[in-house]
């Protein structure tokens, strides 16, 4: 809590400074257009998830039995592989839809996609790795969908002499997410702990991540997507109009 105090203030004295100089490294002004703060927002819950479930997956797949599948290294990784698969088919296909459903609804579709595969595997994560692969396969697909839809409202809602101030302070919320959602899921992990008996002679037990802890993960994840849907409805302004780019530059 102290460190998250820290945080808080140094963040804070960060972006005064920031507001206050000719030059800044992060272009903190740019957030005041709604576009580009929306699509911040939705970049670093994208960051986030993605850390989350990779720190999250591991341990579920790799502990033994009943707080896991038990599997090896190499078997654990195999198991990934189907999100970054689904994630590499998603996005050519959300890039040439977006022009025609509108990058807004596209990320509002693909945010909801993703709480549909988070609250999936929040009630199925122990049911067997078919039910885990799965949920992850929707889960992959909605933030694909998410990543696709934010940077072309970023990138349309800027000027060109901002593009290249509004890309790097995009990356920096993607960083920000990706380093927060390891955080949160080893602070929860610590948190809600189960003992599994590894041995009886001599009897020996290692303490695991507990069910509960995937779980609260999970719904804490899913409502910062309904939180992203929340965001993007009410604050993002429409790039893509009948098909045609509506230029919004700051």
Known sequence: MSLLVLFVLGFGVFVLYETTISHPIVPVSLLSNRNVLAANVGVALAGFALFLMAQALTYLLESPQPLGYDLSILDAGIMMIPMAVVQ??????????????????????????????????????????????????????????????????????????????????????????????????????????????????PLLWITLPAKSSYQLMFMITSALYILAIVVIVTLTQEIFVKGEIRVIEA
């Not at 929040?122 to 799965?134: A, P, Q």
């Not at 955080?183 to 702990?193: H, P």
């Open 88 to 201: 590499m088919i998603t996005a050519p296909i959300a890039g040439r839809i977006i022009t025609n459903i509108g990058a807004k609804k596209l990320a509002v579709i693909g945010s909801a996609i993703a709480v549909v595969g988070l609250l999936m595997l929040t009630y199925t994560s122990f049911y067997g790795l078919s039910y885990v692969i799965g949920s992850m396969s929707v889960l992959s697909a909605g933030i694909s969908m998410v990543n696709v839809s934010v940077i072309n409202i970023l990138v349309f809602s800027v000027g060109r002499k901002n593009m290249g101030l509004a890309t790097g302070l995009n990356s920096v919320f993607r960083n920000i997410g990706g380093a927060w959602g390891p955080a949160v899921a080893g602070s929860i992990m610590s948190m809600y702990q189960a003992s599994v008996i590894v041995s009886l002679k």
